[in-house]
């Protein structure tokens, strides 16, 4: 098998990227893109499952042949998984590596919007207009959503390992996907930036009588939104009734 030649392009775009309002009109069809004429509803677990998903696939880290295993952990899911932990070796210790995703229980006010606030009262607004015929009448439904609620939502991913060369392939995973600032995911369609906030070490070197493992933990932020689909509205707008006639000579 011959090598390819330094330089060598393996990914060509034959279609320019869309910009400006095409770029926002494809958006919103991926948004629309549910069988429905009203998008997806997004809560927290919406956005807990879509960063698992980014962590498990786009961070996803392979050891040995093997996949390290991604865990979601609560305080009440650590204590099920310190009682039947499936990642250990013969002598019942943890088997590294592994990574953890922790929430913060602590969704704070989001900047999803540019930090603007939104307008009092919990109004819906029109978000498309459906024209219906049904039974000789002809007329208009009118589907109107509420402005979606901006969060902040922290998670912590830890990795955790007993060599150097593995904390540096997460780290260099890591580091690329945020190299322009932010990182997009699709939370039911709906785009949301993720941020890194901060890459910290926890690491276990220092007692040697102990076993040393590395810790790296990494503080992301998500900016989301909350889109709650019992706040949606359908609401006939226009109603005309279609008169037949049938004249003879």
Not at 24 to 49: A, C, H, S, W
Not at 57 to 70: S, Y
Not at 229 to 237: H, K, L, M, T, W
């Amino acid at each position: 098998m011959c090598a390819l030649p330094k330089g060598f392009i393996k990914n060509i775009k034959i279609l320019k990227d869309k910009v400006g309002f095409d770029r926002r009109q494809e958006i919103l069809d991926d948004i629309d893109d549910n069988g429905t004429f009203l998008p997806r509803g997004v809560m927290y677990e919406d956005m807990d499952k879509s960063f698992i998903e980014f962590v498990d696939k786009d961070l996803q880290l392979v050891i040995d042949g093997e996949t390290v295993p991604v865990i979601f952990l609560t305080l009440q899911r650590w204590s099920e998984f310190s009682k039947t932990w499936q990642h250990s070796d013969k002598y019942k210790d943890i088997k590294m590596p592994f990574i953890t995703i922790v929430r913060q229980p602590n969704p704070q006010v989001g900047n999803n919007q540019a930090g603007l606030f939104n307008i009092p009262g919990r109004r819906t607004y029109t978000y498309m207009k459906v024209p219906t015929f049904e039974g000789g009448r002809k007329g208009i439904d009118v589907y109107k959503i509420p402005q979606p609620t901006s969060v902040d939502i922290t998670y912590e991913v830890r990795l955790f390992c007993n060599r150097m060369r593995d904390l540096n392939k997460l780290n260099i995973k890591v580091v690329q996907a945020f190299n322009a600032i932010q990182y997009y995911i699709r939370v039911n369609g709906h785009p949301m930036p993720l941020l890194l906030q901060s890459i910290g070490d926890e690491s276990n070197i220092d007692d040697f009588e102990n076993r040393r493992f590395y810790v790296q933990p990494y503080e992301i932020k998500l900016e989301g939104y909350v889109l709650d689909e019992d706040q949606f509205e359908v609401i006939p707008a226009i109603s005309r009734a279609l008169v037949m006639g049938e004249i003879s000579e």
